[in-house]
C-alpha cells in the first residue's frame, strides 16, 4: 500500500488495481455510501416494504382503536343512563310519572354519547325494592342494557363474527328516608 492511499481513507482498492487496466475495481464502502449507489438495484422497495406493512399492521390496529372507542362510549352511556334514571325516578312526585322520567333520562344519556338508534323504552328496566313503589327508605334498581352494533362489519359474517356486543350497566337509587310518600300528597 502506498503512502498516498493511507493518507486517504477509501482509495485502498484503488491503489492495488492492476496497471494499464481499464476495468475498475469495485468502490470502497464509503464511497457507496457517499453517492448513494446501490449494490443490488432494490431503488423503491422500502416504500413498498412499508406500505403493506403499514396496510397489514395499522389498518386492524386502528379498527380495533374505533371498537373500543364505541365499546367505551357504551359503557359510559349506560353507566350515566343508570345512574340518572334511578335519581329521576326516586325524585318524582308521583309514582305514575317517574317511569316516564327515568326514559326521559335514558333517552338524554343514550343520545349524549352517541346513541340515538338505541330505544330507550326497551332499554330500561326498573325494579322496586317495596310495593308500592318510591315508599321513604326503600330502593330502586335500575339497569340499562342495549346492544352496541360494530362498526364496519358487513351482515354476511353473522354467523362467524358477532355484529353486536352487549352492554349492561345496574344502579340502585335509595328513595330518600324523609321524603313524603307521593300516594299521600
Same mark, same amino acid.
Given at each position: 500500500?502506498?503512502?498516498?492511499?493511507?493518507?486517504?481513507?477509501?482509495?485502498?482498492?484503488?491503489?492495488?488495481?492492476?496497471?494499464?487496466?481499464?476495468?475498475?475495481?469495485?468502490?470502497?464502502?464509503?464511497?457507496?455510501?457517499?453517492?448513494?449507489?446501490?449494490?443490488?438495484?432494490?431503488?423503491?422497495?422500502?416504500?413498498?416494504?412499508?406500505?403493506?406493512?403499514?396496510?397489514?399492521?395499522?389498518?386492524?390496529?386502528?379498527?380495533?382503536?374505533?371498537?373500543?372507542?364505541?365499546?367505551? &362510549?357504551?359503557?359510559?352511556? *349506560? #353507566?350515566?343512563? !343508570?345512574?340518572?334514571?334511578?335519581?329521576?325516578? $326516586?325524585? +318524582? =312526585?308521583?309514582?305514575?310519572?317517574?317511569?316516564?322520567?327515568?326514559?326521559?333520562?335514558?333517552?338524554?344519556?343514550?343520545?349524549?354519547?352517541?346513541?340515538?338508534?338505541?330505544?330507550?323504552?326497551?332499554?330500561?328496566?326498573?325494579?322496586?325494592?317495596?310495593?308500592?313503589?318510591?315508599?321513604?327508605?326503600?330502593?330502586?334498581?335500575?339497569?340499562?342494557?342495549?346492544?352496541?352494533?360494530?362498526?364496519?362489519?358487513?351482515?354476511?359474517?353473522?354467523?362467524?363474527?358477532?355484529? &353486536?356486543?352487549?352492554?349492561? *350497566? #345496574?344502579?340502585? !337509587?335509595?328513595?330518600?328516608?324523609?321524603?313524603? $310518600?307521593? +300516594? =299521600?300528597?
Amino acid at each position: 500500500m502506498t503512502a498516498d492511499a493511507i493518507a486517504r481513507p477509501g482509495t485502498a482498492r484503488l491503489a492495488t488495481a492492476r496497471p494499464g487496466s481499464k476495468e475498475r475495481p469495485a468502490p470502497h464502502r464509503r464511497e457507496r455510501w457517499r453517492t448513494g449507489a446501490v449494490p443490488n438495484g432494490d431503488h423503491g422497495n422500502a416504500v413498498v416494504e412499508f406500505l403493506a406493512a403499514a396496510l397489514l399492521l395499522l389498518l386492524p390496529v386502528l379498527y380495533l382503536v374505533l371498537v373500543l372507542g364505541r365499546l367505551q &362510549a357504551a359503557t359510559f352511556a *349506560a #353507566e350515566g343512563a !343508570a345512574r340518572e334514571a334511578g335519581r329521576s325516578f $326516586t325524585t +318524582a =312526585t308521583s309514582v305514575q310519572g317517574a317511569p316516564e322520567r327515568a326514559v326521559a333520562s335514558v333517552r338524554i344519556a343514550l343520545d349524549d354519547q352517541g346513541f340515538e338508534a338505541v330505544d330507550a323504552r326497551s332499554a330500561l328496566a326498573v325494579t322496586c325494592s317495596s310495593e308500592p313503589c318510591l315508599v321513604p327508605g326503600s330502593d330502586v334498581q335500575v339497569r340499562v342494557a342495549f346492544d352496541v352494533v360494530l362498526p364496519g362489519v358487513p351482515s354476511f359474517v353473522h354467523g362467524v363474527v358477532p355484529l &353486536a356486543i352487549p352492554v349492561t *350497566a #345496574e344502579h340502585v !337509587a335509595p328513595v330518600d328516608t324523609f321524603a313524603v $310518600t307521593p +300516594a =299521600t300528597r
